[in-house]
């Protein structure tokens, strides 16, 4: 049982470029979310999952695109990445959207944009 | 704007001492806190979580304390050791979205 895994673990983008973070969880949950994580601001979500082909917008939603077409899934695409999107990413998912439950995280991504 | 504000940034600790990190909220529709640890190079994990229904939730050295008329809660740690050196985070949550708090660096000293 994998959990949440997330790829690639380290990448370096160049201004402009674009890319997309993988997520993929293997618990048959149904809630998904990405966040964002930067010294002394904690973790901060930034596009979120209640189930296969809908999603919504965390707290810091620009410049990020996401979509659901299965559970097991939830992409993030940076569309032009910028320096102020270096960042640790965390894909996380829990059982479900509308009652409170342990969310699982992966390992993360680390985001370098030069 | 900070939902969820979290002190202190850091926190220094002797080994058997106890940890006491405090986090405060704003929005009165949160209906869980979780507290989640985190090792350098790792996702969080989640380590205790209550609900405002109840005030204290003990399990083995980690307690939460919350009062719900002051929209605070707390993380104790009892008999702190070097293991527990980690990053702190409390969240709170409505509909599964979850709200964390900026963390707490805890370093505990042998």
């Known amino acids: 049982n994998a959990g949440v895994t997330q790829t690639p673990k380290f990448q370096v983008l160049k201004t402009g470029q674009s890319m997309t973070l993988q997520c993929a969880q293997d618990?048959?949950?149904?809630?998904m979310s990405w966040y964002r994580q930067d010294p002394g601001m904690g973790l901060r979500l930034i596009h979120y999952s209640v189930g296969a082909g809908i999603t919504d917008q965390g707290e810091v939603p620009n410049g990020y695109n996401v979509s659901r077409s299965t559970t097991e899934d939830f992409p993030l695409r940076l569309l032009s990445a910028a320096p102020s999107q270096t960042s640790v990413y965390f894909c996380?998912?829990?059982?479900?959207?509308?009652?409170?439950?342990?969310?699982?995280f992966g390992q993360g991504t680390r985001l370098t944009v030069v | 704007q900070q939902q969820v504000k979290q002190s202190p940034q850091s926190l220094i600790v002797q080994k058997g001492g106890i940890s006491i990190i405090n986090c405060a909220y704003e929005?009165?529709?949160?209906?869980?806190f979780p507290w989640y640890q985190q090792f350098p190079g790792k996702g969080p994990a989640l380590l205790i979580a209550?609900?405002?229904?109840?005030s204290e939730k003990k399990e083995g050295r980690f307690t939460i304390s919350f009062n719900k008329s002051a929209k605070q809660f707390s993380l104790h740690i009892m008999d702190s050791q070097p293991g527990d050196s980690a990053t702190y985070f409390c969240?709170?949550?409505?509909?599964?979205?979850?709200?964390f708090g900026q963390g707490t660096e805890l370093s505990v000293k042998p």
């Open positions: 618990m048959n949950h149904e809630y």
């Open positions: 969240a709170a949550s409505i509909w599964g979205k979850l709200i």
């Open positions: 209550i609900r405002p229904d109840v």
């Open positions: 996380a998912s829990s059982y479900s959207g509308t009652t409170n439950t342990e969310a699982f």
């Open positions: 929005n009165t529709a949160f209906d869980y």
